[in-house]
């Protein structure tokens, strides 16, 4: 049997941790540029869950995510026509992400979820009731700073590469390492406790 490959999508991989993602076709991305609807439509279809995901990573469980999401979006579709290709779509809307959160954050410290990586882990010690682990898990994220959490985040939860993120956020690669190296030394001694959960 069969199946009809989507042609609005390409399977480019692998991507941080070994897996292929599904990333806007060139074709669709030029549709959107010259101002199709329909194909921007089609383009939400497969990055907005991505960019929601993101977002409530970056920022916790609060009553604006859905317009953080939106917000993103709608910055995505103006500034279409200066998408160039010089980088894959999806790291230039990791980009446009992370400046509308970090907007958002100017008048709001967040509080932030927890990271994929240790998303299990947490998840059993929570079931056998020990609901401390998460809470200290979630203060420590929340006491990071903006850009610490951001790399943090396109990291452990997005799985993108040092060079990937340093597109979406615009420095250079040794200041993403920098950044991650600080923040998983800042997790680890809020966590000193409990350190043996995690792993590096």
């Avoid at 939860?157 to 920098?178: F, K, N, Q």
């Avoid at 923040?183 to 001694?189: I, K, M, V, Y």
Wanted: charged share 30%.
């Amino acid at each position: 049997m069969t199946t009809d490959r989507d042609p609005s999508v390409e399977r480019v991989g692998p991507a941080g941790r070994d897996r292929e993602v599904d990333e806007p076709s060139a074709e669709l991305i030029a549709r959107c540029r010259g101002g199709d609807r329909q194909a921007f439509d089609r383009l939400v279809d497969i990055v907005g869950p991505r960019v929601r995901r993101l977002v409530g990573r970056l920022v916790g469980p609060r009553s604006d995510l859905d317009d953080l999401v939106q917000e993103t979006l709608v910055r995505a579709w103006k500034n279409l026509p200066r998408f160039r290709g010089e980088s894959r779509f999806t790291t230039w809307l990791y980009r446009i992400t992370v400046n509308v959160v970090r907007n958002a954050s100017r008048s709001r410290r967040p509080t932030v979820s927890l990271s994929a990586r240790h998303e299990a882990t947490l998840t059993a010690r929570a079931e056998a009731g020990d609901d401390s682990l998460l809470a200290a898990y979630d203060e420590a994220l929340a006491r990071l700073s903006d850009d610490l959490r951001a790399v943090f985040v396109l990291h452990e939860s997005e799985g993108l590469s040092y060079r990937d993120i340093a597109t979406a956020l615009g420095c250079p690669i040794g200041t993403v390492m920098s950044r991650l190296h600080r923040a998983r030394r800042a997790l680890f001694e809020s966590l000193r406790v409990r350190i043996e959960d995690f792993s590096p």
